[in-house]
């Protein structure tokens, strides 16, 4: 089970409550990670950790990684994400089949934050490694 809180503090702020991880989410701050924002995180984060256990576990000599995200929100009401797209930068002794696979394990397996996402939300990966 998951139990988070947050609070809020005015207008459309929000900061993570006492005992919660630090989190502050606005709507037009600059600077401020708005909810959308945070959920491209979500992703971007949930998918580089489930590439970087696969790597590791396959006894891959990884010395960076850099994700990159772009997304497309509906113009509509709800405005939510209709494509995303996740680009893996990575640095080290890694061999491309190995990625390619760990980014299709995280997609259709390991990233609780992607299967979360309705099923007709495009997800675009792409990724280079630079030894």
């Known amino acids: 089970m998951v139990s988070l809180s947050l609070d809020w503090k005015g ?3 929000f900061e993570n409550s006492k005992g919660s991880p630090a989190i502050v989410l606005h709507s037009s701050t600059h600077g401020v990670s708005s909810p959308p924002q945070a959920l491209a995180y979500a992703v971007m984060a949930c998918m580089a ?4 256990h696969v790597i590791e576990k396959g006894r891959g000599k990884l010395k960076a990684m850099t994700v990159k995200f772009e997304g497309e929100r509906a ?4 405005r939510r994400f209709v ?6 930068q990575i640095t080290g002794q890694v061999e ?5 696979r760990a980014i299709e394990l ?5 990233c609780s934050v992607w299967n ?3 099923p007709d939300v495009e997800l675009r990966t792409s990724f280079i490694v630079h030894r």
């Open 11 to 13: 207008h459309l702020k």
């Open 75 to 78: 113009e509509g009401q709800p």
């Open 106 to 110: 995280s997609r259709t397996k390991y």
């Open 116 to 118: 979360t996402i309705r």
């Open 96 to 100: 491309d089949r190995v990625v390619a």
């Open 49 to 52: 950790m489930d590439i970087v």
């Open 83 to 88: 494509w995303m797209a996740l680009d893996f």
